[in-house]
């Protein structure tokens, strides 16, 4: 058989480690999913209006990521899991920037072209201010402390 054309083969089982690190991840993406579920139907958006919830949830996650990321490179001992539960899991759930395109396109769709096109404006320029702030608040965090030994 052409070396090319060979079906790569399988190393064995996955290694314990990578399903401890896809079960924190679905155990933070589960509850981020549930957070940004509650938030959305305790706070709905009413038809035509500007969808608050889906602008806060994706601001406040920009920014836990942020914040999260410093103190965890930073301030914390190395950790396999903290990152992938939280970072990837729970902030990747919680956020979701294809909300902010579906509730864009039924604003437009429903003629509200103009605060479609400010929500989106908004949404990117509040999550790059949040991030900003979580970096920043993070460093300075950081910096007024020792970093943890491994």
């Known amino acids: 058989m052409d070396r090319r054309t060979e079906r790569p083969r399988r190393q064995g089982p996955v290694p314990a480690h990578?399903?401890?690190?896809?079960?924190?991840?679905?155990?933070?993406?589960?509850?981020?999913?549930?957070?940004?579920?509650?938030?959305?139907?305790?706070w709905p958006s009413a038809p035509g209006g500007f969808p608050w919830a889906t602008f806060t949830i994706n601001t406040s996650g920009a920014f836990a990521l942020a914040l999260l990321l410093v103190v965890a490179?930073?301030?914390?001992?190395?950790?396999?899991?903290?990152?992938?539960?939280?970072g990837?899991?729970?902030c990747g759930a919680y956020t979701t920037f294809s909300t902010v395109t579906v509730?864009?396109?039924?604003?437009?769709?429903?003629?509200?072209?103009?605060?479609?096109?400010?929500?989106?404006?908004?949404?990117?320029?509040a999550g790059l201010a949040a991030t900003l702030?979580?970096?920043?608040?993070?460093?300075?965090?950081?910096?007024?402390r020792p970093m943890a030994s491994s």
């Open 18 to 42: 990578l399903w401890r690190t896809m079960l924190v991840i679905g155990a933070g993406g589960f509850a981020g999913g549930l957070a940004r579920y509650g938030i959305g139907v305790a």
């Open 73 to 86: 490179l930073e301030m914390l001992p190395p950790t396999p899991y903290l990152r992938p539960a939280l």
């Open 88 to 90: 990837t899991g729970f």
């Open 103 to 125: 509730a864009s396109d039924q604003l437009a769709g429903h003629g509200h072209a103009g605060l479609a096109l400010a929500y989106v404006g908004a949404s990117i320029g």
């Open 133 to 144: 702030l979580g970096l920043a608040i993070g460093r300075t965090v950081a910096s007024s």
